[in-house]
């Protein structure tokens, strides 16, 4: 909201300067985003009136006018089409200094403009930087002074302060309600305006009828017949309008913005005549339409409040006026409508429409609902004074059921002295409240029943008031004070895989992290995940959003697919996030680590060409971010089989016998389906199994040698390394510290369908050396165990 400083200081006037009260408005919580000067600087001009203005001999667009000061007579050469005798303008006479565009200034001298000589200028509002009007030079009121200073006839040594006011401080959307603010910082006496009420001089009334009151609870109407619209406003509400951002229009609108900006209240005023039958404060019908007062036709929702008279709406309730009822220059008698909406059947109800007006900014805020006849009063006279007339009763159409109820707030003195850590003094507490314009009542030894008025609407708790009092109190002058309170240590459980370990290792190996969509399209669904039905969603944003994912490799393939056809072909995604997996009536949210690895293994290089990944490029990663916990070795690997994967390179992911996961290739016919660069590798594990890790123990080194022995085994070719490792570990006795396998060969010598496995099995014990016969025994037994477990024979 902007305001004029002038017309603040007209209604209170502390001893503070401009920056003081900008400062201190702030700090009240009241934040002001700009001050400016009603006027760029300028010195040396007067209110001039022009005696004669004829046609330059020697151009079309220039006249040649006499100018007096009130003293003397001079010539100027002026090029506004406006410009004609009699009227009073600003004139800059030689020696006066203007500002320019760059922020200097120029000096005003005798020229010839077209060999004819010119003494001084007539001024546009623009070259005085009072606006960017440049339609022509200034017109001033026909009383104005001749020889007068401009700067001291309009005002202009002003500020113009734009305060940006929270939601919940509507109270302070009138120059009213600022300078009670003001007064009430600086304690400070305010000089309301006195509005008495003004006398009836007709008996002409309007039926008002109120079938929504609910939403208007409150509606005043009054009927001013024969007001004279060719009536000028006055010079000083034209200035105050314009230093709050709103242009002068014609005097009945004029008064109702004024009062808006003057007392907080909205009000509109219809042409009478134009009125059919009666005024109903309604919900709109179907189908119902309203052309507004700027030319638009809008198609009423059936949740707008509107005015309507018998013959349908005239106006949107609280935020446009229709033009078919609109005062204009010929209207004769008018119907002001002063009203109070409720702020819930008002809100957001311009914004439908791409509308927000200085009217629905308030009611949406929230108005005074004990204004209404104050502001119709102010109106009344203030039309009576520009444009006269002849004012009927006021008529009242009221539901006292739907009106707000006066709210009282109970205030202990305890709890005061709690929140603002420190012992506010009972007698200042109640200073405060009664400024803020609070009746207050001893409820006890150490509490107040305060009642609120009714402007203050966001005031309804006790720490409300507690906050009026801090504030009110400065914020600046309360007491710091550093919080104490105990800060035990929390345990941290060293067992626990932080998930920005498991991301920052797979951002080591190249991947990035992405994000995608947790709705998938149906069919892309099915063709994933073929073991759970997925959850559809009542109202999809779309097809292609229809369904809960049950596995995140939709969404990362989809992502890769995005890539491939940007020409990108190295791609290496990852994503934490949830999968939907309808569970016995029940959807089970589950948090997974899935990736996806695509591509060559390394990027382009000079050193050589780079192959593409394999099955074990992304084995690799998944085991690294397996042994990040230290229970790697809890891990197996399984061939399986998978609707989404490759047949020949699909393993389930196990952990103690229980699935945690799998990892694959993308199944050929997918590849195809999705038009896809392949080979394309996934995988996509539990997170609640990888951040489940194991606490490392200590044990000293060993001072002892180790002892190895090499086995070549025969197995058969579908035999795992995995099963004969575990058979290995298990049977080789508890101080076998490594099995490696050094050789996998197939060929001559080797029967057809089966394979050489060459293994390292390496034993050391802590606290002695290890004898020959204990290590045979060892070898011994896992060479039993193998054969009876995975069929192994020693090789010859």
Request: proline share 4%; net charge negative; glycine share 8%.
């Amino acid at each position: 909201m902007k305001f004029s400083e002038k017309w603040l200081r007209e209604l209170v006037n502390p001893a503070i300067n401009t920056q003081a009260l900008v400062d201190q408005i702030t700090m009240a919580g009241l934040e002001v985003d700009d001050v400016e000067s009603v006027a760029r600087d300028f010195s040396g001009v007067i209110v001039g009136e022009i005696l004669t203005a004829e046609q330059h001999p020697d151009a079309d667009k220039l006249q040649v006018c006499t100018v007096t000061d009130g003293n003397e007579i001079y010539q100027v050469v002026c090029g506004a089409p406006n410009a004609r005798a009699g009227l009073k303008t600003a004139y800059a006479a030689v020696g006066a200094l203007l500002p320019t565009p760059d922020g200097g200034e120029f000096k005003i001298k005798k020229a010839k403009l077209r060999g004819v000589e010119s003494f001084g200028m007539l001024c546009a509002e623009d070259e005085l930087g009072i606006s960017e009007d440049h339609g022509g030079i200034m017109e001033l009121a026909a009383d104005a002074p001749i020889g007068t200073c401009i700067r001291d006839y309009l005002n202009l040594n002003d500020k113009i302060i734009d305060v940006d006011l929270t939601p919940n401080r509507g109270d302070c959307l009138s120059l009213k309600g600022l300078a009670r603010e003001v007064g009430v910082l600086n304690k400070a006496p305010v000089t309301f305006v006195d509005i008495p009420p003004v006398a009836p001089t007709i008996d002409d009334t309007f039926s008002v009828t109120l079938e929504a009151p609910a939403a208007c609870p409150r509606y005043l109407g009054r009927v001013i017949r024969n007001v004279n619209m060719a009536a000028a406003s006055p010079l000083w509400m034209v200035e105050k309008l314009r230093r709050s951002g709103i242009r002068s229009i014609d005097p009945v609108v004029d008064v109702t913005n004024y009062v808006l900006l003057e007392l907080g209240q909205p009000l509109h005023a219809f042409d009478l005549n134009k009125l059919a039958g009666s005024i109903q404060v309604r919900m709109p019908e179907a189908g119902e339409k309203l052309t507004l007062l700027d030319g638009n036709e809008v198609a009423l929702n059936t949740d707008t409040l509107i005015i309507a008279d018998d013959k349908g709406p005239v106006a949107m309730a609280g935020i446009f006026g229709g033009d078919s009822t609109g005062v204009t220059a010929e209207s004769q008698d008018i119907f002001l409508e002063c009203a109070f909406f409720d702020q819930i059947a008002i809100a957001g109800k311009a914004r439908a429409y791409g509308l927000h007006t200085d009217a629905s900014h308030r009611y949406e805020r929230g108005v005074d609902w004990q204004l209404q006849h104050q502001a119709i009063e102010r109106t009344t006279q203030l039309l009576l004074d520009i444009v006269g007339g002849e004012a009927g009763p006021v008529t009242e159409a009221v539901s006292e059921e739907f009106l707000p109820e006066a709210r009282t707030v109970t205030l202990r003195h305890s709890k005061v002295n709690a929140m603002l850590a420190f012992e506010m003094p009972a007698a200042e507490i109640e200073e405060i409240l009664t400024r803020l314009g609070m009746q207050i009542e001893q409820a006890g030894d150490a509490s107040w029943t305060v009642a609120i008025p009714s402007y203050r609407f966001d005031i309804s708790i006790e720490v409300d008031l507690i906050e009026e009092l801090a504030r009110v109190y400065g914020y600046n002058n309360l007491p710091v004070k550093l919080p104490t309170s105990a800060l035990p240590f929390t345990p941290n459980d060293e067992s626990q895989v932080g998930i920005h370990d498991l991301r920052r290792t797979l951002i080591s190996f190249g991947y990035q992290e992405a994000i995608t969509y947790s709705f998938i399209e149906s069919g892309l669904q099915k063709l994933f995940d073929d073991q759970y039905e997925a959850l559809a969603l009542a109202n999809p944003i779309s097809a292609e959003m229809a369904v809960m994912r049950t596995t995140i490799w939709p969404g990362l393939v989809k992502a890769l697919q995005y890539n491939q056809n940007r020409q990108q072909s190295r791609v290496r995604l990852f994503e934490t996030g949830q999968r939907f997996l309808p569970i016995n009536d029940e959807l089970v949210q589950e948090n997974v680590l899935a990736g996806l690895l695509s591509g060559a293994r390394d990027p382009e290089s000079w050193t050589g060409k780079s192959s593409s990944v394999d099955f074990f490029d992304i084995k690799r990663d998944i085991e690294a971010v397996l042994n990040l916990g230290g229970a790697g070795d809890q891990y197996r690997f399984v061939a399986d089989r998978h609707v989404a994967l490759h047949p020949g390179q699909t393993a389930r992911i196990e952990r103690a016998g229980e699935v945690v996961g799998f990892v694959g290739a993308l199944h050929p016919s997918l590849i195809k389906k999705l038009d896809l660069n392949g080979p394309v590798y996934l995988f996509e594990l539990s997170l609640e199994s990888l951040l489940q890790g194991r606490i490392a123990r200590f044990s000293e080194l060993s001072k002892f040698p180790e002892s190895r022995r090499d086995l070549a085994l025969i197995v058969d070719e579908a035999t795992a390394y995995d099963t004969v490792r575990q058979i290995t570990v298990e049977n080789a006795g508890e101080y076998l510290k490594q099995v490696t396998l050094f050789d996998v060969y197939q060929g001559q010598g080797i029967e057809v369908g089966r394979k050489s496995l060459a293994l390292g099995l390496t034993w050391q014990h802590p606290s002695r050396t290890l004898n020959e016969e204990e290590i045979n025994s060892a070898v011994q037994s896992v060479v039993s165990a193998l054969n009876i477990g995975a069929g192994a024979t020693l090789r010859d």
